[in-house]
């Protein structure tokens, strides 16, 4: 049996199997396998590698010069970036169709100078280095009015979109907002209420919880379009990843350690996004957005169903998939 549950954040709808929930060894995807055989050579992430990489935008460093080793965590442009933050958003029309010119900007922080230390096993004080050096990089973004969203993500993984397999997340500043999150800004015009703020609420106390911090709620969503989809979501409602506080970030990155160890240990090392969805910036006021990360192992590939109809098929139940996480993320210490 299965059944459609709408994704009131998303704004879409999602087939779930009720009564039914898939291994992780049941998912046809080999992972790290697989992904050696393919990502290899040399790597312009590695440390004694910085003059192939654009000069850097900011750094944590041991007393050494910028663009030299001694780094621990770098923020560079994007070397391949589709969008160059020059000039102002132009539209152009030809006919029923427009465009518009590539503003933005695209940026990478390279997490480790270790090309083959792996995410989950850096340490937390290491995570909370990303985290404070991404929020830096978002709030500096978002003093330029002509960006009006910043996407924060990491691909880990070939199945994930990985290109290099040195441990690195991305951040992309768009002229646009997307309607990825429409259904936030619906749920708070029809309810006068943060739809965020809602879910957990309701989710605190239900099947569907994997874990809790002083700061934030894991869950699987009651929609979840990937098996063993997970949220991290603030306690406190806080509409932008900018303005996440230093006990924030240190809890923050406590969740993400122990969390991204369970993926690797309990789900068979795989690849997976890791995407931060925040309030728009340089726009007019919108009640209702809440600042989330959504955590997406891909043992799935979208199939032609997805792309027809946009509906997801997930085989696994969140309700199950929660009770698995919840074990294993309550084993760790």
């Known amino acids: 049996m299965s059944e459609l549950r709408k994704d009131l954040v998303k704004n879409n709808w999602v087939s779930v199997a009720e009564h039914r929930a898939l291994k992780p060894n049941d998912f046809p995807i080999a992972k790290k396998a697989l992904e050696s055989s393919v ?6 992430f590695c440390e004694g590698n910085e003059q192939f990489t654009p000069p850097e935008i900011a750094s944590y460093r041991e007393n050494s010069e910028p663009d030299t080793k001694g780094w621990l965590v770098r923020a560079i442009p994007n070397k391949f970036s589709a969008f160059e933050l020059d000039g102002q958003l132009e539209e152009n029309r030809h006919g029923i169709f427009c465009n518009y010119n590539g503003l933005g900007k695209h940026e ?7 090309h083959n230390i792996d995410f989950h096993q850096l340490s937390a004080e290491r995570m909370e280095m990303i985290l404070k050096i991404l929020r830096d990089r978002y709030n500096d973004l978002a003093a330029d009015e002509r960006i009006k ?8 993984g070939i199945f ?3 290109s290099l397999e040195h441990s690195h997340s991305q951040i992309v500043a768009l002229p646009l907002v997307p309607a ?3 259904g936030v800004i619906d749920y708070y015009n029809a309810n006068q209420r943060c739809l965020l703020c809602d879910i957990l609420a309701q989710e605190r106390s239900d099947e569907r919880l994997v874990a809790e911090s002083a ?10 379009r990937f098996p ?3 949220w991290i979501i603030p306690k ?5 990843f900018g303005s996440i506080t230093a006990a924030e970030m240190q809890d923050l990155a406590k969740i993400i350690k122990k969390f991204s160890n369970v993926m690797v240990e309990s789900l068979g090392d795989p690849s997976y996004n890791l995407v931060i969805n925040t309030a728009p910036v340089n726009v007019a006021y919108q009640p209702g957005y809440h600042w989330y990360i959504e955590v997406t192992p891909r043992l799935l590939v979208n199939a032609a169903v997805e792309i027809a109809s946009g509906i997801y098929i997930n085989p696994v139940a969140p309700e199950l998939a929660a009770a698995m996480l919840r074990e294993a993320m309550a084993s760790k210490q």
Do not use: D, M, W
């Open 236 to 240: 406190k409602h806080s509409e932008h």
């Open 108 to 114: 990478v922080i390279i997490e480790t100078p270790e």
């Open 215 to 224: 700061e934030f709620i894991l869950l699987c969503p009651y929609a979840p």
């Open 149 to 156: 969203y910043i996407q924060i993500y990491k691909n880990r």
């Open 160 to 162: 994930a979109g990985a």
């Open 228 to 230: 063993y989809e997970t």
């Open 180 to 182: 990825e999150n429409q």
């Open 39 to 44: 990502i290899g050579g040399f790597c312009p």
